[in-house]
């Protein structure tokens, strides 16, 4: 019984822990979509929390949308690798980033208020440039 | 797809890189457009159609922000709607068939566009009537969003310490939060936090009265 009551807490505990660090979430899924954290890799569900360092996978005819804390939506469209490499939105004390790369794959970029806040704190990397971004949509492919 | 690439340098691989080309492109287009590609690859004709590359199209609210692509060969700044480049620096033409093919899927999974409201007190942790009167309003709002995340963040203007308004922006957060639940808000995650005097609208000097400055902003997404 105490180690149910245990194990019970720790999952609890590990999804609150999931939901404080998460900086975004899977808003829709449509086929195949993974979200890797810490080097876990989960089906991605709508509602599947997102942080600094997860890497989100899609797969063959497959798509996925997601929002950050700070209002930036993307969507990804089939077999796309994309990696939040660095993420921070804390408008009062000044820190404000947002880092990516789009390894594979397609990417609809909506900006959020980290550029209204801080033009040139946020990046998109691909294979061969980098992408700044400046209060706007885009639209970016990158194949391999 | 590697032969398109090497097709430009490695001579022999040329001629079958330009058929399979020109067969996929007719097939997909239904036909063989030059227009849409900067010189390169083999095929006098028909060109192949960018691999990599970026387009800018207007923002939601019909704006249209910038772009810069820095690459191995050079950069480029975009700032027109429909304007495009390659992601390795190059400019690029591309016209709107293209970029439906391309893209059509993944704007199609592009989620629901967030707000944000600004509620205002009338006094203390008290909503003014018309900041009370948008509740339900964010609540549609929410209920119109698959799992929606709500964060609730509430600010003070510069009289008191700097202590006491971490904690008044907490309690009028707080205040909104449980307003918002007790009308029915159903939310994914929600989140209560303070900026206190350190994120103004309107910026003042310390100990300054700014009733713009004493708000929560509810952000939902």
């Known amino acids: 019984m105490l180690r149910v009551a245990v194990i019970a807490f720790l999952f609890l505990w590990g999804n609150a822990m999931a939901n404080e660090l998460a900086i975004g979430h899977v808003k829709n899924v449509s086929g195949d979509a993974f979200v890797t954290t810490g080097g876990k890799k989960t089906k991605a569900d709508i509602g599947s929390p997102i942080q600094?360092?997860?890497?989100?996978?899609?797969?063959?005819?497959?798509?996925?949308?997601?929002?950050?804390?700070?209002?930036?939506?993307?969507s990804f469209g089939a077999d796309t690798v994309f990696t939040v490499d660095e993420y921070s939105y804390a408008p009062?004390?000044?820190?404000?980033?947002?880092?990516?790369?789009?390894?594979?794959?397609?990417?609809?970029?909506?900006?959020?208020?980290?550029?209204?806040?801080?033009?040139?704190?946020?990046?998109v990397g691909t294979p061969s440039g980098v992408i700044g971004v400046r209060g706007t949509q885009f639209l970016l492919r990158v194949e391999e | 797809m590697k032969t398109l690439l090497s097709g430009r340098t490695n001579t022999s691989a040329a001629p079958f890189a330009c058929s399979v080309v020109a067969i996929a492109t007719m097939t997909l287009l239904g036909g063989c457009t030059p227009k849409y590609y900067v010189q390169q690859g083999p095929c006098p004709t028909c060109e192949p159609a960018p691999k990599s590359y970026v387009v800018l199209i207007p923002s939601p609210d019909g704006t249209v922000g910038e772009v810069v692509v820095k690459?191995?060969?050079?950069?480029?700044?975009?700032?027109?709607?429909?304007?495009?480049?390659?992601?390795?620096?190059?400019?690029l033409q591309i016209d709107d068939k293209q970029i439906k093919q391309d893209f059509g899927s993944t704007m199609a999974a592009l989620p629901t566009i967030p707000v944000r409201f600004v509620l205002n007190f009338s006094s203390?942790?008290?909503?003014?009537?018309?900041?009370?009167?948008?509740?339900?309003?964010?609540?549609?709002?929410?209920?119109?969003?698959?799992?929606?995340?709500?964060?609730?963040?509430?600010?003070?203007?510069?009289?008191?310490t700097f202590e006491y308004n971490e904690k008044l922006g907490l309690r009028r957060a707080t205040r909104v939060a449980d307003q918002l639940r007790q009308q029915g808000l159903k939310a994914n995650s929600l989140s209560i936090e303070s900026d206190g005097e350190r994120n103004p609208l309107v910026p003042t000097p310390d100990n300054t009265f700014e009733p713009k400055n004493r708000r929560v902003e509810v952000s939902v997404r």
Do not use: C, W
Request: no cysteine; aromatic share 2%.
């Open chain 2, 71 to 91: 690459g191995e060969k050079g950069e480029q700044t975009l700032k027109n709607a429909g304007q495009a480049a390659l992601v390795d620096g190059q400019a």
């Open chain 1, 52 to 74: 600094q360092g997860s890497v989100l996978e899609t797969g063959k005819k497959s798509s996925m949308g997601v929002i950050f804390k700070d209002e930036t939506v993307m």
């Open chain 1, 92 to 123: 009062a004390e000044k820190k404000l980033k947002f880092g990516s790369k789009l390894a594979k794959g397609s990417l609809n970029y909506v900006s959020g208020v980290i550029e209204k806040l801080k033009p040139d704190a946020v990046t």
């Open chain 2, 124 to 160: 203390g942790i008290t909503l003014s009537p018309a900041s009370a009167a948008l509740l339900p309003k964010i609540i549609a709002e929410a209920e119109a969003r698959p799992a929606v995340d709500v964060t609730v963040t509430g600010h003070t203007d510069t009289l008191q």
